[in-house]
């Protein structure tokens, strides 16, 4: 075996070491609540891992360890952050939006949040809403699940007894002859 393939091997044996390390050390929250800085922090610290990878010679894997390490690090600063501070976890981590609201469709944020007519249904559906006008909320999460409020049973029926027994008698015995 040549020293290209031993150099590839150690190095791609030495940097996913080195990511299952971080990724422990940033935490399971992060991956069970993944929003979209946890998907673009991820994604980037793939990218230097195949850096890493691909570069060749111990230099540049020593080089992309530091990175990491510094990546991970400020990754973890920006969610402390968050933690602490509304206004940066809101342009972070976004805010979720009121898609559905007592039946209605809100077209305003749909059109902001990018979901179009089809796609809510199908979500909807996936929820177990097939009509909704049956749904007082349907809130887009920041990580792009859709929670459901259904309307109380109170208010979707209708009062069936009748106001006046008779009339009501009399209208349905007219309306059969």
Not at 15 to 39: C, D, K, P
Not at 41 to 54: E, K, P
Not at 99 to 112: A, D, E, F, S
Not at 119 to 148: C, H, N, W
Request: glycine share 6%; with cysteine; hydrophobic share 45%.
């Amino acid at each position: 075996m040549n020293v290209h393939w031993l150099m590839t091997i150690a190095a791609t044996t030495f940097t996913f070491v080195i990511l299952l390390m971080l990724v422990r050390w940033i935490g399971e929250t992060q991956i069970s609540q993944a929003t979209y800085f946890n998907w673009v922090a991820g994604a980037c610290m793939g990218n230097i891992a195949a850096n890493m990878i691909t570069a060749g010679g111990w230099q540049p894997l020593i080089t992309g360890t530091v990175q990491l390490f510094f990546f991970s690090a400020v990754t973890i600063a920006a969610a402390y952050l968050s933690l602490k501070s509304r206004r940066f976890r809101k342009i972070a981590t976004g805010e979720p939006i009121v898609l559905v609201h007592r039946g209605q469709y809100i077209l305003k944020h749909m059109k902001r949040s990018k979901i179009d007519l089809d796609l809510l249904q199908q979500m909807l559906r996936e929820q177990g809403y097939f009509d909704y006008r049956k749904v007082e909320y349907a809130i887009l999460e920041p990580t792009g699940s859709l929670s459901v409020l259904p309307k109380s049973d109170r208010e979707d029926k209708v009062d069936v007894t009748p106001s006046n027994p008779e009339a009501e008698q009399r209208q349905q015995t007219n309306h059969i002859k």
